[in-house]
């Protein structure tokens, strides 16, 4: 079993991967994450099209946080964006023992040791990005309908809608938070590439409906995956 000193040190590889789930280290070796102030946050949040996907912040003075895991320290949420595809199986970055899903959430994070997340792409340390993998399934999951509703207000390039943090509360669900997950060292997976991501993908999908989805799909015109 490796810590997460030792997971700390593993050489970093070019991300995204097909993940072979029995060789990385996984939830039974690891602490679960621990995600602070999210769904559960004051601020609102903007979700806005910028053309190539759907990109949420949250307004700053009390950003979330994650901590635990293979993660040493804090890591400070900057921004959510999703990848998506034409299909049900392709639009995920990541695939788990060869099954592809629907679409990909990422939740970008920077070292709380770093100014920004600017200066903190220097270090192999420097971020760490938690994945969901959505899964399209025929009944619509109600803990989506708020972001949903968001995403089809901002249905042109440079739209944007104020959502409360509580439109996260997709994520707040016992059997994804405290589910397994794999972790590695990995990249950006836009250019310029920098090796300084720590990936953590959750196993288990969170499942979206079909007509939920639909509604994400009117980008796939103008989405480019990043
Ligand atoms: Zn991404």
Known sequence: MLTAEQISKLRASQSPIAIAVQRCPTWSSLEPLVFKRYWDNESNGVLLNTGQTAYF??????????SGGPLIGEYIFEQMHFHWSVD???????????????????????NSKYESLEAAVAHADGLAVVGYLLEAVDAPNPSFDMFVEGLEQIKKPEHSVVLSAESLAWMNREDVTSGSYVTY???????????????????????????????????QNVLNYI
């Open 57 to 66: 912040t949250l307004d700053s003075p009390s950003r979330p946080r994650i």
């Open 88 to 110: 049900d199986f392709t639009g995920c970055e990541h695939v788990l023992d060869g099954h592809g899903y629907a679409a990909e959430c990422h939740l970008v994070h920077y």
């Open 185 to 219: 060292k990995g990249s950006l997976t836009t250019p310029p590439y920098t090796e300084c991501v720590t990936w953590i993908i959750y196993e288990k999908p969170v499942q979206i409906g079909t007509e939920q989805e639909d509604a994400q799909i009117i980008y």
